[in-house]
């Protein structure tokens, strides 16, 4: 077992103490859930299935004493409740749905499933992700980890909330007109709302369409590359938005100096926008 603390791990890290056997999926899902309970006053998740969570790392663990190995294998992770999901409750945050139990798992909850990611459960968001506060849930209100008289942000809230306070290493999230980075931003996390189709919408209670797009949030840009190398991908058969590109490894280039800039000046070259207005 490793002496730091489970949920003072990131992505990375946990997935090499689960390869290396210092500690397991079984354990990492257990100790995580404990967790959340325990700090079920911030409103992050809205629903659990722990025999569903424990089958699934005991799945993952079966994998790892196989030999596979894998960037993901043996993670939990938690989903914005915007995704539909075989094993747990889908409500949006709305009361409309409460009960709702779908037939099967949105093409983003499916290929982390695939990457061998565990799923914790489920997590707060403004009623259909209409709402930049969380406080707009059917269900509860969220609460910023940092500050509980301030919002988290939202509509993905919850998972800002579930990341900073350490309740799971990574979630996933949804972003139409800045869901997963306004929150991301409030709660100090790390959130990408990735080009619209790169990730499948399939399976995502949609808000606005043509707009509406997953992505990852966890504690490092590091992370949020591996998820959304997990998540995305051309799913043209169930989405006709998706777009029609090659899978890319979006940590292939972690650790290399752009082009022109070396590490003794990381930024050479590099070019920011600024609004005239907020001057």
Same mark, same amino acid.
């Given at each position: 077992?490793?002496?730091?603390?489970?949920?003072?791990?990131?992505?990375?890290?946990?997935?090499?103490?689960?390869?290396?056997?210092?500690?397991?999926?079984?354990?990492?899902?257990?100790?995580?859930?404990?967790?959340?309970?325990?700090?079920?006053?911030?409103?992050?998740?809205?629903?659990?299935?722990?025999?569903?969570?424990?089958?699934?790392?005991?799945?993952?663990?079966?994998?790892?004493?196989?030999?596979?190995?894998?960037?993901?294998?043996?993670?939990?992770?938690?989903?914005?409740?915007?995704?539909?999901?075989?094993?747990?409750?889908?409500?949006?945050?709305?009361?409309?749905?409460?009960?709702?139990?779908?037939?099967?798992?949105?093409?983003?909850?499916?290929?982390?499933?695939?990457?061998?990611?565990?799923?914790?459960?489920?997590?707060?968001?403004?009623?259909?992700?209409?709402?930049?506060?969380?406080?707009?849930? =059917?269900? %509860?209100?969220?609460?910023? +980890?940092?500050? $509980? @008289?301030?919002?988290? #942000? /939202? !509509?993905?809230?919850?998972? *800002?909330? =579930?990341? %900073?306070?350490?309740?799971? +290493?990574?979630? $996933? @999230?949804?972003?139409? #007109? /800045? !869901?997963?980075?306004?929150? *991301?931003?409030?709660?100090?996390?790390?959130?990408?709302?990735?080009?619209? @189709?790169?990730?499948?919408?399939?399976?995502?209670?949609?808000? *606005?369409?043509?707009?509406?797009?997953?992505?990852?949030?966890?504690?490092?840009?590091?992370?949020?590359?591996?998820?959304?190398?997990?998540? *995305?991908?051309?799913?043209?058969?169930?989405?006709?938005?998706?777009?029609?590109?090659?899978?890319?490894?979006?940590?292939?280039?972690?650790?290399?100096?752009?082009?022109?800039?070396?590490?003794?000046?990381?930024?050479?070259?590099?070019?920011?926008?600024?609004?005239?207005?907020?001057?």
């Amino acid at each position: 077992m490793t002496s730091k603390h489970i949920h003072e791990m990131g992505v990375a890290e946990l997935a090499a103490a689960i390869a290396d056997k210092q500690t397991s999926s079984v354990e990492a899902a257990q100790a995580l859930l404990a967790r959340a309970k325990q700090h079920g006053n911030l409103g992050a998740y809205l629903a659990f299935n722990e025999d569903a969570t424990l089958a699934q790392a005991r799945a993952a663990d079966a994998r790892v004493a196989a030999g596979e190995r894998g960037p993901l294998l043996g993670v939990p992770v938690a989903h914005k409740d915007i995704f539909v999901t075989r094993d747990f409750p889908t409500t949006a945050g709305s009361k409309m749905l409460a009960g709702y139990q779908s037939p099967f798992d949105a093409t983003v909850v499916a290929k982390l499933a695939g990457a061998g990611a565990v799923t914790l459960g489920k997590l707060n968001c403004d009623e259909f992700a209409m709402g930049g506060s969380n406080e707009n849930s =059917a269900f %509860a209100v969220a609460h910023n +980890p940092w500050d $509980t @008289g301030r919002v988290p #942000g /939202g !509509s993905s809230g919850g998972s *800002a909330v =579930a990341v %900073a306070a350490r309740l799971a +290493p990574a979630v $996933t @999230g949804t972003d139409t #007109g /800045g !869901s997963i980075r306004q929150p *991301a931003s409030f709660c100090n996390v790390t959130g990408i709302k990735p080009t619209y @189709g790169r990730c499948s919408r399939y399976g995502m209670v949609a808000f *606005a369409s043509s707009l509406d797009q997953a992505g990852p949030m966890a504690r490092s840009a590091a992370d949020c590359a591996t998820l959304l190398t997990a998540m *995305a991908g051309p799913d043209i058969d169930r989405d006709s938005t998706s777009l029609d590109r090659p899978a890319e490894d979006y940590t292939a280039l972690l650790g290399k100096p752009r082009e022109g800039a070396s590490a003794a000046q990381p930024l050479k070259g590099l070019r920011i926008g600024l609004p005239k207005e907020f001057l």
